[in-house]
């Protein structure tokens, strides 16, 4: 089975302060996304990457940042984090044809 | 842009069969998706279409694709306290390596 895991399930953080959001997904995936989930928004891309080094925004990239040193790793970066960016996070990788995205658990965030 | 849209709540009966909806805008779809997430969990992969087919059926599983009408949708047979969930539709696009989902509807299953 495809696993793909995310460092927390919970993360307090103050305004201002830098977030990792890591993930790691155990099948060799190509592809690999960030989305954010809010109440009535459903899942909305944030970025994705689909190669080691190669990323590309989504549809709201803003505020964020993304790292892919290794293929089975991808982090979501907050430079500052605001009381905006307070969300559920889901991490979710695919291999290319197939399109079936396998997600992760999914980090509970609150910027305080 | 694409856009995918689901009503925000729907409530049944043990029992009872449900039916989600979903409607979409991008036309050059080729797969369309039904994810369900359980409290606490992440998203699952619940079924898929391919989009020239107009119905798939999976045990108490069955979705309908009116491509004319751009609509989508997902009937749960005998629904179980267990199927309570938020249901997310999805379609792809940009030559199939991104996904728009909807917002997600919750399903309360009322013993």
């Known amino acids: 089975d495809v696993k793909v895991t995310q460092s927390s399930r919970y993360l307090v953080k103050r305004t201002g302060e830098k977030v990792f959001l890591e993930c790691v997904q155990d099948?060799?995936?190509?592809?690999m996304f960030w989305y954010r989930q809010d109440p009535g928004l459903g899942l909305r891309l944030i970025y994705f990457s689909y190669d080691v080094k190669m990323k590309e925004k989504g549809d709201i990239p803003e505020g964020y940042s993304v790292s892919r040193e290794k293929k089975e790793r991808f982090s979501l970066i907050l430079e500052s984090a605001s009381t905006n960016q307070t969300s559920m996070y889901l991490c979710?990788?695919?291999?290319?044809?197939?399109?079936?995205?396998?997600f992760g658990p999914g980090t509970r965030l609150t910027v305080l | 842009g694409e856009d995918v849209e689901q009503s925000l709540f729907l409530s049944v009966r043990e029992g009872d069969s449900s039916v989600i909806n979903c409607t979409y805008t991008?036309?050059?779809?080729?797969?369309l998706y039904w994810y369900k997430q359980e409290p606490g969990a992440g998203l699952q992969l619940l079924t898929y279409i391919f989009s020239n087919m107009d119905m798939k059926q999976d045990q108490r599983l069955t979705v309908l694709l009116n491509k004319k009408d751009k609509h989508l949708s997902l009937r749960i047979a005998d629904t179980q306290t267990g199927d309570s969930a938020i249901y997310f539709c999805a379609e792809d696009y940009n030559a199939g390596n991104m996904l728009t989902f909807g917002g997600g509807t919750r399903l309360m299953v009322k013993p």
């Open positions: 991008d036309s050059s779809s080729t797969y």
């Open positions: 979710a990788s695919s291999f290319l044809l197939q399109n079936e995205q396998f």
């Open positions: 099948m060799d995936h190509e592809n």
